[in-house]
């Protein structure tokens, strides 16, 4: 019988060691952003929204014993001011207590969708202020509104752009009626419905 040849080992490959924690930190990033992409910003204000609609029917009372358009017209502008400070503020505190950063993604993804129909909104009704076509001004405040808070909702909760739809309805039923409803209109929307749905939020979305 022949000698057998020996059966040749094959060399070990040589690897490079693998860093198990980098690896870790690369999965839990991954992670960590594909979940924030995916969460709704839920810092949107309640109670801060409560108080903007409280602000806003104070204002339509207001307004509606001003004894001119002009007037009542400065009243709800000092009303939008106020509004959005009150707003912004309530914004900051509730995603500071909820831990949520106002530069997150689904924080970016509301803002960026809520504030172009905003300007929108802000551009049209100075084009109408300049052109004195003061008796539209209000159906046109409450949908351009109502299109911004349902494009931001879209990465909100779903009562958001629900709310949204509801400011909309409202300010088409303002192009119906006569155009002395517009304080009554202003109310109703920027009133009653934050008012409302503050409410909702607050108690659902925790303040």
Known sequence: ??????????????????????????????????????????????????????????????????????????????????????????????????????FSTPAKKFAFGFTPPLLAGVIITLGLWRNEQYYVLAPVCIICYGVAVICGGAFSARVVPVMGWCFMAVGAAAFLVPSSYGNLMMGLSFGALHVIFGAVIARKYGG
Do not use: C, D, H
């Not at 690897?15 to 992409?37: D, W």
């Not at 839920?42 to 602000?55: E, I, K, N, R």
């Not at 400065?74 to 509004?83: K, Q, S, T």
């Open 1 to 102: 019988m022949g000698n057998a040849s020996p059966l040749r080992n094959k060399a070990p490959e040589t690897r490079e060691p693998v860093n198990i924690s980098n690896r870790a930190e690369e999965n839990l990033k991954f992670i960590r952003e594909t979940m924030e992409r995916s969460t709704s910003f839920t810092a949107v204000p309640g109670y801060g929204g409560m108080l903007m609609g409280a602000t806003a029917i104070a204002a339509a009372v207001v307004a509606s014993y001003q004894v001119n358009l002009v007037n009542s017209l400065a009243v709800w502008l000092g009303e939008a001011a106020l509004a959005f400070a009150i707003g912004l503020l309530a914004l900051w505190q509730k995603s500071k207590l909820a831990g949520q950063s106002l």
